[in-house]
Each structure stands twice: as structure tokens, then as C-alpha cells.
Nanobody, 127 residues
Framework: QVQLVESGGGLVQTGGSLRLSCAAS????????MGWFRQAPGKEREFVAS????????GYRDSVKGRFTISRDNARNTVFLQMNSLKPEDTAVYYC????????????????????WGQGTQVTVTS
């Protein structure tokens, strides 16, 4: 059983930056593909970014490309999401997810494919 704890959310103005962290425990971190997702009020949870087990292969949703960067530190059992040039439409609860590595697939964008989730951290971007 893997436990995930997100941190780093907050209130920021348009154009600002935040760095989210997700600390994992209870499993071998390098055995998991990790992802960041977000959910705004009244909307479904959506994919933001994902990384394979060692950070060498990464995927992003189109609207965050060039602004957000996902990374992981396997020695610290932590995955990060650096968010720059934030916009009001980035406002949401951000969740990290973990998915057991799968042969031939580097990263995943679909919510149902993830096995474990954190409790989320609120990001609010004001205009």
C-alpha cells in the first residue's frame, strides 16, 4: 500500500509560480509511474503531467506545456510539479497519483489507470 501526501499549494497572482511536492511512503518508489492531476469545482479530474519511473519520459497536457515541469527524486521518494506563469484557469485541487510500472508504457494520462492517490492540495490563481 502506497501513501501519497501532497504539499506546496497556495494562493498566487496571475503570472506567479508554485512548486508542488508529493511524498510517497509504503512502497518502492521507483516501481511506480507518477502523475499529477487537477480537479476544479464542478469538473472532472484531469491529467496534468506524468513521468516514468526514472524521469526520462514525461507527458503533459497541452495547456501546461512550457509552463509546468514534472520531476522526481527517487532517493527522496518525491515527485514535484513546478508551475510557472500561472493563470486563473489553473485554479484547482491538485492530486498526485501512483501507478505500478507497466511493461512497454512509460506514463499514463487516464485517471482510472492510477492505483493510489493523495488527498490533494489547493492551488488558487487570482487575476
Amino acid at each position: 500500500q502506497v501513501q501519497l501526501v501532497e504539499s506546496g499549494g497556495g494562493l498566487v497572482q496571475t503570472g506567479g509560480s508554485l512548486r508542488l511536492s508529493c511524498a510517497a511512503s509504503g512502497g518502492t518508489f521507483s516501481n511506480y509511474t507518477m502523475g499529477w492531476f487537477r480537479q476544479a469545482p464542478g469538473k472532472e479530474r484531469e491529467f496534468v503531467a506524468s513521468t516514468n519511473w526514472n524521469g526520462s519520459k514525461i507527458g503533459y497536457r497541452d495547456s501546461v506545456k512550457g509552463r509546468f515541469t514534472i520531476s522526481r527524486d527517487n532517493a527522496r521518494n518525491t515527485v514535484f510539479l513546478q508551475m510557472n506563469s500561472l493563470k486563473p484557469e489553473d485554479t484547482a485541487v491538485y492530486y498526485c497519483g501512483a501507478r505500478t510500472r507497466a511493461f512497454g508504457v512509460s506514463w499514463f494520462r487516464d485517471v482510472p489507470l492510477y492505483d493510489y492517490w493523495g488527498q490533494g492540495t489547493q492551488v488558487t490563481v487570482t487575476s
